[in-house]
């Protein structure tokens, strides 16, 4: 079992930064990944960065360059860093913990970028 909670959404300034902060508990135990989504408006969510439990992070390539996942001390923890935050930014962001072949999901955290 794992749970996982997302925060750091809100109202932001364009040209901003962002830290999301994703939470991973519960029996986790040998390999698993750690993965960023984000939702716009009427799209699809779409996977943006992973993190493997041996420290590997990939980015897809839309918005390799503008976000950064990463961790710290390798705890059951994520972040998702951007800095100079754009209106096409404004989305809902999902984080899930893949463990066992089971995907954990966290309630989203919404990200509205505006002056």
């Known amino acids: 079992q794992g749970q996982v909670v997302e925060s750091g959404g809100g109202l932001k300034q364009p040209g901003g930064s962002l830290r999301l902060s994703c939470a991973a508990s519960?029996?986790?135990?040998?390999?698993?990944?750690m993965n960023w989504y984000r939702q716009a408006t009427g799209k699809e969510r779409e996977v943006i960065a992973t993190r493997h439990s041996g420290g590997t992070t990939t980015h897809a390539d839309s918005v390799k360059g503008r976000f950064t996942i990463s961790s710290v001390n390798a705890q059951n923890t994520v972040y998702l860093q951007r800095s100079a935050l754009q209106p096409e930014d404004m989305a809902v962001y999902y984080c899930?913990?893949?463990?066992?072949?089971?995907?954990?999901w966290g309630q989203g955290t919404q990200v509205i970028v505006s002056s």
């Open positions: 899930s913990l893949q463990h066992g072949g089971v995907y954990y």
């Open positions: 519960g029996s986790i135990f040998g390999t698993y990944t």
